[in-house]
């Protein structure tokens, strides 16, 4: 059976933007490579986020806090965007769909692990909507792929797991990475 991995990490993004261009040879704890070298240098290839994404669990488990995982059954957990949409969940929607903000116009080549940041002036929102939330509605509303026990266990992750992180992110006035991956 398929799974999607979230990790969640509170980070300064505007440390981890500075990185392209810094002339930094390298960080503590993380191991050299071609991207990193192009990250750090600041020769970013515009075609190649993927490339670069792949470097954030790293980086943010160096330069942030990491805040916890949580794995759930499936795939195509993307479609949760439509959910919150569905049940007028604005910021919800927006911190499920917002992408890591690559500078210098990088362009989306389906960058993996899924990467989404949701600033710390976002956070209360997102914390409200969560209180907003009923979990059982959530069966409700099935999308092409998930289906009802899809979206029972969206339920527990959306009550034990997305509200402590950020809450804990708003607590320390950083801003909540959540890194999606399915491959582990």
């Given at each position: 059976m398929a799974e999607q991995y979230v990790t969640a990490f509170a980070v300064d993004a505007a440390l981890l933007l500075r990185l392209p261009g810094s002339g930094v040879a390298g960080l503590p704890g993380i191991p050299r490579s071609a991207a990193l070298t192009e990250l750090l240098a600041g020769r970013l290839r515009a075609d190649a986020d993927s490339r670069y994404t792949a470097l954030l669990p790293a980086l943010a488990?160096?330069?942030?806090?990491?805040?916890?995982?949580?794995?759930?059954?499936?795939?195509?957990?993307?479609?949760?965007?439509?959910?919150?949409?569905?049940?007028?969940?604005?910021?919800?929607?927006?911190?499920?769909?917002?992408?890591?903000?690559?500078?210098?116009?990088?362009?989306?080549?389906?960058?993996?692990?899924?990467?989404t940041l949701t600033p710390h002036a976002a956070l209360p929102a997102v914390l409200a909507d969560l209180a907003a939330l009923d979990p059982a509605a959530l069966p409700d509303h099935p999308t092409a792929h998930l289906a009802d026990e899809d979206l029972e266990e969206a339920a527990w992750f959306l009550t034990e797991h997305l509200p402590t992180w950020a809450s804990h992110a708003h607590t320390r006035s950083l801003d909540l990475l959540l890194l999606r991956d399915g491959a582990r």
């Open positions: 488990g160096t330069l942030g806090t990491p805040l916890g995982e949580a794995a759930l059954a499936g795939r195509h957990w993307d479609e949760l965007t439509d959910v919150f949409r569905e049940l007028n969940l604005p910021a919800l929607a927006a911190l499920w769909s917002r992408r890591w903000p690559w500078p210098d116009g990088a362009t989306d080549d389906r960058p993996w692990p899924h990467p």
